[in-house]
Each structure stands twice: as C-alpha cells, then as structure tokens.
C-alpha cells in the first residue's frame, strides 16, 4: 500500500517541534535580557538622578513608581508564560503568573496613560496614550478570553498584550539606533515623535502580519469557497 503525504502537523514530526521550542526559548530568553537590561536604564534614568521624579509625592512620584512596580510581574512573569513545558506541566503556575501579569499590566497601563498624556514631549502624548489604551484592552480580552476558554483569541490577545508592553524596550533600541533607523528625521523633536510612533505600531504590525494576516493568505486545504449571494 502507497500513502501519499500532502500535509503533517508539527505534532506527527516530533523533530520539527524540538527545533522550533529551540528558538523559542532563545527567543525568549533574548527578549527577557533585554528587558532586565532596558528596564535598569529605565530606573537609572527615572530614579537615581536628582530632580527627575516630579515636583511632589502626588504629582508624578508616587505614580512614576507604581507604573514601575505593577509592570515588573510583565517584565518577568510574561517570557514565562510562553514555555509551552511550563503551561502543560504546572497549568497552575501558568494561570497564578496570569493573574499577576493581568493585574500589573492593566494598573500599569492605566498610569502609563496618565504619565503620557501629561508628558512634557507634546509630540508623544497621542502615541502613548493609544499605546496605553490598546495595552490595556488586549491584557483585558486575554483575561476574558482565558475565562471563557477560548484559547485561540487568548493566545493571540497575550502575544498583542506583551507585544505592547514590549515598548519599554523597542523605544530604547530604537533610541539607540536612531542615526541608522531615523537618519531621514532631522529634527530633535519630530526624530523623537516618530520614534515614539515606531517603538509601538511597527512590532505591533509585524505580530499582526505573523498571526492574523499570513494565516489568512497560507492555502488551506479544508477550505471550500463559496460564490458571493446573488452571483451566478
Ligand atoms: C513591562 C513594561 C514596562 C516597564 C517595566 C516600564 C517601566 C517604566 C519605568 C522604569 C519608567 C521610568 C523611566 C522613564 O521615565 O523613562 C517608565 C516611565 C514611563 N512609562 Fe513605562 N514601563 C513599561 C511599559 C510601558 C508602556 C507599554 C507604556 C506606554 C503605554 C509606558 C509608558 C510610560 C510613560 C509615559 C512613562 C513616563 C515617561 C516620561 O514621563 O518621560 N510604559 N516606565
């Protein structure tokens, strides 16, 4: 008997899945590097220099140092989450750092949008307070859509979520690299305000490309087209 193999998931080809958690935990391990090491600039930057914190308690301090706590469980907890090993072997690790994540990011959100929108860079403000408010409702619709088991749009809500919350990194290398990636900017500050745009809708278009565009563009074989109503 002849078997004619047109199509095998990653699960029938053992080999293939070993390779891909491979660069997954490089990946990941890459991206929670970067984090630790972005975010000690950040501290460094925002705490450790005199006259940086806001003129009183209530007015920036104590808000600048929230948004900084409540967003250390996604710094650490979100590349975690991701171990394909970790959600199957101890599921309720996966969701108590879940519930973590979920709470840090959306208090963190919420003062990312406050410190944004009284920014003193007027050509921010619009920039992170889109940003803060999509981090906020993918965290949110990841939430819901675990509740509801619906893991598909939760996969794809985390991946929106962290993507975002991945700012505090893309803004700095891009910081870094801005006299390649910017040379077309003269200007401080319109180099600055689309630097701002950048840090957050290019990785945002590129996840979406990888998990909704090219999905829908891929031949699927279970697929049957039908004639639009009224067509012949
Ligand atoms: C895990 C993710 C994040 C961490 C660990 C984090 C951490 C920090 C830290 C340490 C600071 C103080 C340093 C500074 O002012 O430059 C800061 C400031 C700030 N962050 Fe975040 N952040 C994260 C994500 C975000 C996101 C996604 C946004 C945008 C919605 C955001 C908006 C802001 C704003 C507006 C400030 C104040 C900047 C200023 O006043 O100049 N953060 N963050």
């Known amino acids: 008997m002849r078997y004619r193999v047109t199509h095998r998931s990653a699960a029938a080809r053992p080999g293939l899945t070993q390779v891909r958690n491979l660069f ?8 929670a590097a970067l984090s630790a090491y972005y975010l000690y600039r950040a501290i460094d930057y925002r705490f450790l220099h005199a006259d940086r914190l806001g003129p009183s308690l209530f007015n920036k301090q104590l808000w600048y140092f929230s948004h900084m706590l409540l967003a250390l469980p996604v710094v650490f907890g979100a590349p975690l989450q991701f171990l394909p090993a970790l959600r199957q072997s101890v599921p309720r690790v ?10 840090g990011a959306s208090g963190a959100a919420i003062l990312a949008i406050y410190l944004g929108a009284t920014s003193e860079f007027e050509e921010s403000r619009l920039s992170i307070v889109i940003t803060g408010v999509l981090w906020l409702f993918f965290t949110l619709a990841a ?8 893991y598909v749009a939760h996969r794809a809500f985390m991946l929106r979520s962290y993507t975002l919350a991945l ?35 290019i990785p945002l278009l590129v996840v979406e490309f990888w998990i909704s565009w090219l999905p829908q563009v891929r031949p699927n074989k279970s697929f049957k087209p039908r004639p639009l109503r009224g067509s012949a």
């Open 24 to 31: 997954l935990y490089i990946w990941l391990a890459a991206l």
């Open 94 to 103: 996966h969701r108590w750092i879940g519930r973590t994540y979920v709470v």
């Open 143 to 150: 939430w819901r859509s675990a509740v509801t088991r619906n």
């Open 167 to 201: 700012v505090l990194v893309w803004l700095r290398v891009m910081y870094d690299f801005q006299d390649y990636l910017f040379f077309y900017v003269q200007g401080e500050q319109a180099r600055d305000g689309t630097r701002e745009w950048a840090s957050w809708v």
